[in-house]
């Protein structure tokens, strides 16, 4: 079965930094287009980052220079790194993976997300 | 910066038929797919159409995707309304190598 696990959320002060972990089963995420969403209390979906297969990475402006997506193929885990987080980061984080053949047909299967807060 | 932009909200009754927009900001709708995300409260989104009026697999087929390259703007239809079908609509598309995703619909069904 095709799944996706999220892990690492939780309380981090201003300033501080969290990693986050996606857990994948079913397929190689090391052959996949891979993004991380994040959705704000009672706001909509927002992209944070992608990363293709080949290993170019993208994010958006508001996470840019503080984030870093990565991955460990031998874990099959993709990772978000989230340094001097802000108020505004606090969000439940999704990793999803995309339709192949990637950044083309959006994201086929999400994980339940996990939950960052950001507050002192 | 490309923008998506969809009505904050739409109801309708069961059985009815509903249309939820979205509206490029500029450039041409058509030139990435369009796709669109159900998200049931408490839950994390799934995708009821992709590509070309794409449906994954168990989506039922009252729901289709259609673009209108004259207003600029994508539609997700759902005819044969239920109310398991209450639930917050996202539109998505790309800005090149950015993902974008639209302010989302809530959708009510009474």
């Known amino acids: 079965e095709v799944q996706l696990v999220e892990s690492g959320g939780g309380l981090v002060q201003p300033g501080g930094s969290l990693r986050l972990s996606c857990a994948a089963s079913?397929?190689?995420?090391?052959?996949?287009?891979m993004t991380w969403v994040r959705q704000a209390p009672g706001k909509g979906l927002e992209w944070v980052s992608i990363?293709?297969?080949?290993?170019?990475?993208y994010y958006a402006d508001s996470v840019k220079g503080r984030f870093t997506i990565s991955r460990d193929n031998s874990k099959n885990t993709l990772y978000l790194q989230m340094n001097n987080l802000r108020a505004g980061d606090t969000a439940i984080y999704y990793c999803?993976?995309?339709?192949?053949?990637?950044?083309?047909?959006?994201?086929?299967?999400w994980g339940q997300g996990t939950t960052v807060t950001v507050s002192s | 910066n490309f923008k998506l932009t969809q009505p904050h909200s739409v109801s309708e009754s069961p059985g009815k038929t509903v249309t939820i927009s979205c509206t490029g900001s500029?450039?041409?709708?058509?030139?990435?797919?369009v796709q669109w995300y159900q998200q049931r409260p408490g839950s994390a989104p799934t995708t009821v159409i992709y590509?070309?009026?794409?449906?994954p697999s168990g989506v039922p087929d009252r729901f289709s995707g259609s673009i209108d390259i004259s207003s600029n703007s994508a539609s997700l239809t759902i005819s044969g309304l239920k109310t398991e079908d209450e639930a917050d609509y996202y539109c998505?598309?790309?800005?090149?190598?950015?993902?974008?995703f639209g302010g989302g619909t809530k959708l009510t069904v009474l």
């Open positions: 999803a993976r995309d339709y192949p053949p990637g950044g083309v047909y959006g994201m086929d299967v």
């Open positions: 079913g397929f190689n995420v090391s052959s996949k287009y």
């Open positions: 990363l293709y297969s080949g290993g170019i990475t």
């Open positions: 500029s450039g041409n709708i058509d030139s990435s797919y």
């Open positions: 590509g070309e009026n794409q449906r």
């Open positions: 998505q598309s790309y800005d090149g190598t950015t993902v974008v």
